[in-house]
């Protein structure tokens, strides 16, 4: 597969609403994309490339369409890299709705879980899927990768559905309005602002 199928770049705010309704699987589990973050790289600071290259991310320097993971409060978060490699561009993909592999996702994260609340939010959407910090740098576009991330509607998502709004849980460019979800979907996490941080090199 291609990554002509998703556009990637050249920003991480262009990719970011591209990614909709896009389907990430692992194994069994595949989980179709309803809410994401984009981060603008050495120019966000936000984003882990706000300082330049480091080795906890180096991936995020490489090439457009590699699985970019990372851990926060114990819970392994994934992003899709979106621009050319020294760029740093990256989509955090926080919520989808699984659609394959129901009854392996609910094993993973438990049977009191609802359906539509199986990958809602970003670490719940790895467990789901069972991504671990080991899946990074892996080539989403390539069909022997054991993460892949595969189109879904070649019109993309609906134009009345998409919304965009300030990122969750970010202390610095908080009210950047860089998530984007899909309206009326149960699956999209909580919004929860933190309180602001200047910005500090």
Not at 140 to 165: K, N, Q, T, W, Y
Request: charged share 25%.
């Amino acid at each position: 597969m291609s990554s002509a199928h998703i556009p990637l770049g050249p920003t991480a705010a262009e990719t970011a609403p591209r990614l909709l309704g896009a389907v990430l699987r692992r194994g069994p589990v595949a989980v179709r994309i309803t809410e994401v973050e984009a981060y603008e790289g050495q120019d966000d600071p936000a984003s882990h490339a706000w300082r330049g290259p480091s080795r906890r991310n180096a991936v995020m320097f490489g090439p457009a369409g590699h699985l970019y993971t990372y851990q926060m409060h114990g819970h392994v978060c994934c992003n899709v890299v979106s621009s050319p490699a020294g760029v740093a561009n990256a989509v955090l993909i926080r919520a989808g709705r699984v659609i394959d592999g129901i009854e392996v996702a609910r094993e993973r994260r438990g049977p009191s879980v609802r359906d539509a609340w199986l990958a809602r939010g970003p670490g719940c959407l790895t467990r789901a899927l069972g991504i671990t910090m080991a899946d990074g740098d892996t080539d989403l576009f390539d069909p022997r990768s054991a993460v892949r991330l595969e189109p879904g509607d070649p019109a993309g998502p609906d134009p009345i559905r998409l919304r965009s709004g300030p990122r969750v849980g970010v202390s610095r460019a908080a009210e950047e309005p860089l998530r984007f979800w899909l309206a009326d979907e149960p699956s999209v996490s909580a919004y929860k602002r933190v309180g602001r941080k200047p910005p500090t090199r």
